[in-house]
Nanobody
Framework: QVQLVESGGGLVQAGGSLRLSCAAS????????MGWFRQAPGKEREAVAA????????YYVDSVKGRFTISRDNAKNTVFLQMNSLKPEDTAIYYC?????????????????WGQGTQVTVSS
């Protein structure tokens, strides 16, 4: 069982930056692929970024490429999402996810664990 706690959300002006953190419980953090999803009001949830167990492979949705950076610190059981050049359309609740993996990959469908989310609001 893994518990995920997000932090770092808030209100920021367009063009600004935020850094989200997700602290995971447990002693096997390095066995999990980690990801960030978001859901804006009235829209479907979408995958934003994902990182494999080792951190060697990273994925981003096209809309955030060049602006967001996902990283992880396996020694601190934490995954980060650095968000730069924020736009109003980035406004959403951001969720941290984890999935236990045998291989250095990310899931193609469902993820095992979800955090409660942190609100990010970007004003124009």
């Amino acid at each position: 069982q893994v518990q995920l706690v997000e932090s770092g959300g808030g209100l920021v002006q367009a063009g600004g930056s935020l850094r989200l953190s997700c602290a995971a419980s447990g002693r096997t953090f390095s066995s999990y692929a980690m990801g960030w999803f978001r859901q804006a009001p009235g829209k479907e949830r979408e995958a934003v970024a994902a990182i494999t167990r080792s951190g060697r492979t990273i994925y981003y949705v096209d809309s955030v490429k060049g602006r967001f950076t996902i990283s992880r610190d396996n020694a601190k059981n934490t995954v980060f999402l650095q968000m730069n050049s924020l736009k109003p359309e980035d406004t959403a609740i951001y969720y941290c996810t984890a999935d236990l993996r045998v291989s250095d990959s990310v899931p193609s469908t469902a993820w095992d664990y979800w955090g409660q989310g942190t609100q990010v609001t970007v004003s124009s």
